[in-house]
């Protein structure tokens, strides 16, 4: 079984300050691990993943998150937060054991302060 | 390259009623996965299509089913409506486990 815990339901950071939004896993096998960003009223956009390699990720827009095996966390960053990042995160758990089913946490609203 | 499709875009039903959306793959994509997104939570899997064939399912009731056609477009269907199917219905197509593009959804209101 897959899980994700997303700490923090809503984070307010000003704007050019660093952005951490926390996220951690379980899984029994291998996990797959991935950032998705929701603007209002819209679908879910690919921010970056993890999937066995390099175990610092870039994506996006200027995000990247660190797979941390030890502390089962998948924690996404930006250096400098702008207006435009304001928007619904989420993280989600997937593998590639024959199904693709991705279990995701509740998600993460983020608010830019001017 | 398209990407995903959905429609309709918004969908305003009554409890008991049936109703079908509808998932354009994106192009040479030959998975489909179906999320329920409850207001204020994450998506939920409900289930995958592979090559035509369901291939996983979430905890969702049967009333709840789909189908996936030859060009890999997909309808997810819903017998009974009951009020707490309101939600955000999200497709996702995939040609490989690493990556899922998903479509902008259909939201679904039960009355």
């Known amino acids: 079984a897959q899980s994700v815990t997303q700490l923090g339901s809503h984070v307010s950071v000003s704007e050019g300050a660093l952005v951490l939004l926390r996220c951690n896993y379980s899984s029994s096998v291998p996990p797959y691990l991935f950032w998705y960003v929701q603007y209002p009223n819209q679908g879910l956009q690919l921010l970056l993943k993890y999937t066995s390699a390099a175990t610092l990720v870039k994506g996006i827009n200027g995000f990247e998150a660190e797979f941390k095996k030890s502390e089962t966390s998948f924690h996404l960053t930006k250096p400098s937060a702008h207006m435009s990042d304001a928007a619904e995160y989420f993280c989600a758990v997937g593998s590639n054991f024959g199904n693709e089913k991705l279990t995701f946490g509740t998600g993460t609203r983020l608010t830019i302060i001017p | 390259e398209t990407g995903v499709t959905q429609s309709p875009t918004h969908l305003i039903k009554t409890r008991g009623q049936q109703v079908t959306l509808r998932c354009s793959s994106q192009s040479g994509h030959n998975t489909v996965s179906w999320y329920q997104q409850a207001l204020g939570q994450g998506p939920q899997f409900i289930f995958q299509?592979?090559?035509?064939?369901?291939?996983g399912r979430g905890n969702f009731p049967p009333r709840f089913s789909g189908l996936q056609f030859p060009n890999y477009s997909s309808e997810l269907n819903v017998n009974a409506l009951e009020l707490d199917d309101s939600a955000l219905y999200l497709c996702?197509?995939?040609?490989?486990?690493?990556?899922?593009?998903f479509g902008p959804g259909t939201r679904l209101t039960v009355l």
């Open positions: 996702a197509s995939s040609r490989s486990p690493d990556t899922q593009y």
């Open positions: 299509y592979y090559r035509e064939e369901e291939n």
